[in-house]
């Protein structure tokens, strides 16, 4: 129970090599060392709308079961996601609980809920229970909240190895293939994977750099991506993307002017888009964006992870472009050779 025994687990925390390891740790350790009835952390899902359930300890498959915990009917969990720390007394008496009934029937009598903050927002809560009522010490607050701080970079190690693994393989079907379009579509499918996102697209310059053709789009329907021309001079997103040469952002497409498409916007479900340019040899080719489904702040981690993906995308373009213009060159410089053979023979006729 001591410091050094926690410190012994924050370390058990740090080397598993799975989150869903490190969480099943923490919810452990958690029930362990304070003797509670259960606990759970849940995170919230890419459109933040529903907690799913990440780990468990203590609870039944039936009350883990019960149904999709959503902060909008969850007074507990919402109060917890602005960053607060909840105690609940009395789990079947309280309005704030979604579920009054299935925690009366699991025996669950105390809560307390604690956020799960990565960067300065929320993604998650942390929850113990008491069979009975209990009211939590300094020191067990403590523990908890060292705990959910430990999930928090668990999980943000997570995400930042799996947007490794997402660049490193992007990387390798550069050096190993020449077909540009099966590099597209792995990035765009790569970029709204990695960062949680609702789709991404990515669309190249025309010859007069007056129009962004898509190229390769992920979670976008064909409805949407038929929509109409995406023109630089009349979407204020690409134009700074494009002229500025910097990564841009809308907090809501459904209302920001910048964004060309507002009202297809609101019908595909979009709301916050990043928008980073693509660029070879200083040259803007198009541009690359992952879209939300809720309106979200990109942290600058994300906006960095898309920037390099944007470059490893500009190179592949630039590479399947430089190939195609040497196997023209050499069609022409064999198709010349043909011809002065025809005419040296002609020649000596």
């Known amino acids: 129970m001591g410091k050094e025994s926690l410190c012994e687990v924050c370390e058990s925390i740090n080397s598993a090599l799975r989150l869903e390891d490190a969480l099943d740790i923490i919810v452990r350790n958690a029930g362990e060392r304070l003797k509670l009835k259960a606990s759970s952390i849940r995170l919230l899902d890419p459109r933040r709308e529903t907690l799913q359930i990440s780990a468990a300890y203590g609870l039944s498959e039936v009350y883990i079961s019960k149904g999709p915990v959503k902060p909008e009917k969850s007074i507990l969990d919402r109060e917890a996601l602005s960053g607060k720390l909840v105690y609940v007394e009395d789990a079947a008496q309280d309005p704030r609980i979604q579920y ?8 669950i009598r105390s809560i307390l809920c604690v956020p799960i903050m990565l960067e300065g927002r929320p993604i998650g809560v942390l929850r113990a229970y008491a069979g009975d009522v209990r009211h939590f010490t300094d020191s067990e607050i403590e523990t908890l909240r060292i705990l959910a701080n430990q999930g928090a970079i668990a999980i943000r190690n997570a995400r930042l190895y799996r947007r490794m693994q997402t660049l490193s393989e992007l990387a390798r079907r550069i050096g190993s293939t020449l077909e540009l379009s099966d590099v597209l579509n792995l990035l765009v499918e790569g970029a709204a994977k990695a960062m949680g996102g609702k789709a991404a697209s990515l669309r190249l310059l025309d010859r007069f750099g007056e129009r962004l053709t898509i190229s390769a789009a992920y979670g976008l329907t064909d409805e949407y991506i038929a929509k109409g021309p995406v023109e630089v001079h009349k979407s204020v997103l690409d134009y700074e993307a494009v002229l500025e040469k910097k990564p841009v952002t809308i907090y809501d ?48 981690d994300e906006i960095d992870f898309l920037a390099a993906l944007a470059n490893l995308g500009a190179l592949a373009i630039e590479n399947a472009r430089m190939h195609k213009q040497m196997k023209e060159s050499y069609e022409r410089l064999m198709a010349d050779v043909s011809s002065w053979h025809d005419w040296d023979s002609w020649g000596t006729r």
């Not at 009054?100 to 025996?107: A, F, L, N, T």
């Not at 910048?258 to 198009?286: D, N, T, W």
Request: charged residues 30%; contains cysteine; neutral net charge.
């Open 100 to 107: 009054p009934e299935d925690v009366k029937k699991e025996g």
């Open 253 to 300: 497409a459904t209302l920001d002017p910048k964004f060309q498409y507002r009202q297809e916007a609101e019908r595909e479900g979009i709301r916050s888009v990043l928008c980073v340019p693509l660029i070879a040899r200083e040259k803007v080719l198009g541009v690359l964006r992952v879209y939300t489904g809720v309106p979200y702040e990109f942290t600058q």
